[in-house]
């Protein structure tokens, strides 16, 4: 298979075509070996439009959704980002191609040193990786964007204590069939801006990791 084709044509047969339109997402969803954050038996499938399996029954995002939460995102080179949900480490990839520095948290421990190794072998910095729950999470700073990768039936007010003046957080809200991707910029105030579907955002009891503090 060659991916670099196979990249190419997710990014303007897919992507371009949701409206994502910013040049630097773009170049950043061509440049960066989507197939390197799958799992090995599923790499080629890595650009199709479907979400994959990476364990703990957790799933990668399509790659439109990947692209629209991007774009919806406004994100400016000197932003610092946190992401709640690591997961495959490809939208993490993403986040710091794009942003000064992204702090990316996930509940299970494998994750993040998988995603660790990945960002490594991609040459990516400017990233930290914390194996932490969300629900529990002592922010050190506060941020220009939060990004839930995780959908939510409400969003906590105490996220807003994370967020920089002028900051926004994306989440998805609702539960199935019937979620939308919000922008938050305060706790009664937000923009919704496309209908999709993924899993909820985990609590500790039901991921049941293994907690290194």
């Known amino acids: 298979m060659n991916f670099d084709k196979a990249r190419h044509n997710m990014v303007t047969q897919q992507i371009r075509s949701w409206d994502v339109v910013n040049k630097d997402i773009l170049n950043a969803m061509l440049s960066i070996q989507r197939e390197e954050f799958v799992p090995v038996s599923q790499r080629k499938l890595a650009f199709a439009d479907m979400t994959l399996p990476i364990g703990h029954d957790q799933h990668m995002m399509k790659p439109v959704v990947e692209g ?5 995102l406004n994100l400016k080179p000197s932003d610092r980002v946190l992401e709640v949900g690591t997961g495959s480490g490809y939208l993490t990839a993403l986040l710091a191609t794009l942003t000064e520095h ?10 993040i040193d998988s995603a660790r190794q ?3 072998d991609q040459e990516i910095e400017d990233v ?7 629900f529990d999470f002592k922010a050190p700073i506060k941020y220009d964007h939060i990004i839930l990768t995780g959908s939510l039936t409400e969003l906590p007010a105490f996220v807003f204590n994370w967020l920089k003046d002028n900051g926004q957080v994306f989440v998805i809200i609702g539960e199935d ?3 939308e991707a919000r922008i938050y910029t305060s706790p009664d105030k937000y923009t919704t801006h496309f209908d999709t579907m993924v899993a909820p955002l985990l609590q500790p009891k039901a991921a049941n990791p293994t907690f290194n503090l």
């Open 128 to 134: 930290t990786l914390e194996q932490a729950d969300f």
């Open 102 to 111: 992204v702090h990316s948290i996930d509940i299970f421990q494998d994750f």
């Open 68 to 72: 629209r939460t991007l774009q919806v």
């Open 177 to 179: 069939p019937v979620m």
């Open 118 to 120: 990945k960002l490594s």
